[in-house]
């Protein structure tokens, strides 16, 4: 019931806008995966690919599976089958392979391009000008089996309202710059994917449109 509650909580929050909830479920069991869904929800984020591997036959084949965490390139293998986003693109190695493993399996995988925007170096992340190194790759250019639909960041870990806003404006900022000069004739290019359970409320106005939310509706992992 808790699940539900928090979720339509969640989503009074995104109304009037034209976000959507990722609910981040790792580490929590499949039943309450079940009951979010029972809820409505129907996008899911893991960061692993073992549990999320693990959890995808046990929902209903409409639930968009979204990978959040890093991504090693010798696991792609095992998501290609029903991934749907992988929001943590961060290398052009990574992308290739993503492609390959979509092209064996026939089908579109769609990819955020992960950016570094918080002030700790431990998160991961591409630089903007790592970004256009993809973009303007031949690897990138051939590529008929990765879409990409936007960017996606992790803010510091920070109650800083000032320091949250100026990184999330700075991911919003990349995105502009990358679908004008990338992506201007490409209406799929329009994901911003930032804010999770501490800071989503600012991210959303700051232009989230997918925002990755965990324990505000399950709970302390
Ligand atoms: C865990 C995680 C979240 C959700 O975090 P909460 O604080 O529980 O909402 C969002 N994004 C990423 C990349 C995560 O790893």
Redesign the pocket.
């Known amino acids: 019931m808790f699940i539900a509650d928090n979720l339509h909580r969640i989503q009074q929050d995104i109304a009037g806008t034209s976000a959507r909830l990722v609910a ?1 479920t ?1 580490t929590h069991p499949v039943a309450l995966l079940q009951e979010a869904y029972a809820a409505g929800s129907r996008l899911f ?1 893991e ?1 692993r690919v073992q549990e999320m591997s693990a959890k995808q036959p046990e929902l209903p084949a409409d639930v968009e599976w979204h990978l ?2 890093h991504l090693q390139t010798n696991k792609v293998k095992y998501i290609a089958p029903f991934v749907h986003t992988i929001q943590s693109i961060d290398s052009l190695k990574l992308f290739v392979e993503i492609e390959k493993q979509a092209a064996r399996h026939q089908r579109v995988i769609e990819g955020l391009l992960q950016f570094h925007i918080a002030a700790e170096e431990t998160k991961t992340g591409l630089s903007l000008s790592e970004a256009e190194v993809i973009l303007q790759s031949a690897e990138f250019r051939a590529a008929q089996h990765v879409r990409l639909t936007g960017v996606m960041g ?1 803010a510091t870990y920070t109650t800083d309202e000032g320091q949250l806003r100026q990184e999330f404006r700075e991911l919003r900022g990349y995105f502009e710059h990358l679908k004008t000069q990338y992506f201007a004739d490409a209406p799929f290019f329009r994901e911003v994917s930032m804010g ?3 800071d989503y409320r600012l991210a959303l106005e700051e232009g989230s449109t997918l925002i ?5 509706i399950f709970g302390a ?1």
């Open positions: 981040v790792k984020g960061n959040i965490g992790i999770m359970s501490s990755r939310v965990g324990s505000a992992r």
